[in-house]
């Protein structure tokens, strides 16, 4: 029944590495999310795709970069980690999750990301 | 420009007293607003979110908002509190016509049921 997966949950990972987060979504979604979560300041987009091989910035894409090749699947890479980026990130789905559902953003369970 | 506050970054209340989690949006057009919960260590769970229609929109677990455009805002409500919807709690809106779906995210009330 889960519709968004994250690649991981716990992630540990050293500054200067480069991390790579995976999204996939089975409800042939076209728009598709990412974002981080941090105390106090809610959901930041990052970025976000309209459709595979589209991508947008969002708020804070510094330091991000993304990758969709096939529409199901999303991806979020950090090309030097930095202590700045551990957070939560969340990957989100917009769309019907089954016929008779709402049309809203579906979202995967999260990774947690340590950067030492 | 967009964007959602959510004024209080805590509301304690008793099992079994109605709860209110507070939310005001600005938006330039007509405005898509949507409620989500998120259980510890878990994604977001969509609640319920208004487009158009009856002012008082209901959701899952017992759950309903109170649209009120002369106000700006879309309160959260609930009868009767339960212990099990302590989480943390985001408003969200999307401005009408948006192509993109994009959501702007209030910074979240944590929710504390006390039995």
């Known amino acids: 029944d889960v519709k968004v997966t994250q690649s991981s949950r716990y992630l540990v990972k050293r500054t200067g590495e480069k991390v790579f987060l995976e999204c996939v979504q089975d409800?042939?979604?076209?728009?598709m999310f990412w974002y981080r979560q941090d105390p106090g300041l809610g959901l930041r987009l990052i970025y976000f795709?309209?459709?595979?091989?589209?991508?947008e910035k969002g708020d804070i894409p510094e330091g991000y970069s993304v990758s969709r090749e096939k529409k199901e699947r999303f991806s979020l890479i950090l090309e030097s980690a930095s202590t700045n980026q551990t957070s939560m990130y969340l990957c989100?789905?917009?769309?019907?999750?089954?016929?008779?559902?709402?049309?809203?953003?579906?979202f995967g369970p999260g990774t947690r990301l340590l950067v030492l | 420009a967009q964007s959602v506050a959510q004024p209080e970054d805590q509301v304690n209340v008793a099992e079994g007293n109605p709860l209110t989690v507070k939310c005001t949006y600005s938006?330039?057009?007509?405005?898509?607003l949507f409620w989500y919960v998120q259980y510890p260590n878990r994604g977001l769970q969509f609640l319920l979110k208004?487009?158009?229609?009856?002012?008082l929109v209901k959701g899952s677990y017992g759950f309903e908002a109170e649209f009120n455009k002369s106000q700006t805002s879309f309160h959260l409500k609930k009868p009767s509190a339960l212990v099990s919807d302590s989480a943390l709690y985001f408003c969200?809106?999307?401005?009408?016509?948006?192509?993109?779906?994009?959501?702007?995210f209030g910074t979240g009330t944590l929710l504390a049921v006390q039995p």
């Open positions: 795709s309209y459709d595979v091989k589209m991508k």
């Open positions: 208004y487009i158009t229609g009856d002012n």
């Open positions: 989100a789905s917009h769309g019907y999750e089954s016929a008779g559902a709402q049309e809203t953003q579906y």
């Open positions: 409800m042939d979604h076209e728009n």
């Open positions: 938006v330039s057009g007509n405005p898509y």
């Open positions: 969200a809106v999307r401005e009408d016509g948006g192509a993109t779906n994009k959501l702007i």
